[in-house]
C-alpha cells in the first residue's frame, strides 16, 4: 500500500473533520498530493491538490472552508474540512505523484489511497 488515508467519519453540519493521507517508506520523493471525493453514481471530483510550493488548487465549492497542507517530513498531507455541508458527504481518496521504489527500482508513479467515507447529516 504505497498510500494509507485515514480521518473520515460521521459530523453534524457546520463541524469539521482533518483527513490525512501518508506515503509509504517506498516513497523517494513527492511532487504533489491531491485529495479527490467521490458520491455513488458520480464521477470522482478533485478537492484540493499541494505541491512542494503549497496549496495548488481548490474546488470552487470548497474555498474558503477547506484546508490542504503538507508535511514533507512526514509525506503526509492533511485536508481540514471546516464548516461541513451534507454536500460534502462522500468518499474521499487520496492521491500522490512521485518517484517511488518499486520492484529494484525507482520510478515515477501516481497512487490511489483507499478510500475514507466522510458523512455530514444532523
Known amino acids: 500500500v504505497q498510500l494509507q488515508a485515514s480521518g473520515g467519519g460521521l459530523v453534524q453540519p457546520g463541524g469539521s473533520l482533518k483527513l490525512s493521507c501518508t506515503a509509504s517508506?517506498?516513497?523517494?520523493?513527492?511532487?504533489?498530493m491531491g485529495w479527490y471525493r467521490q458520491v455513488t453514481g458520480q464521477q470522482r471530483e478533485l478537492v484540493a491538490v499541494?505541491?512542494?510550493?503549497?496549496?495548488?488548487y481548490y474546488a470552487d465549492s470548497v474555498k474558503g472552508r477547506f484546508t490542504i497542507s503538507r508535511d514533507n517530513a512526514k509525506n503526509t498531507a492533511y485536508l481540514q474540512m471546516n464548516d461541513l455541508k451534507p454536500e460534502d458527504t462522500a468518499v474521499y481518496y487520496c492521491?500522490?505523484?512521485?518517484?517511488?521504489?518499486?520492484?529494484?527500482?525507482?520510478?515515477?508513479?501516481?497512487?490511489w489511497g483507499q478510500g475514507t467515507q466522510v458523512t455530514v447529516s444532523s
Open positions: 492521491n500522490a505523484g512521485g518517484t517511488w521504489w518499486t520492484n529494484g527500482y525507482y520510478a515515477a508513479g501516481r497512487y
Open positions: 499541494v505541491s512542494d510550493g503549497g496549496p495548488m
Open positions: 517508506r517506498s516513497v523517494a520523493s513527492i511532487n504533489d
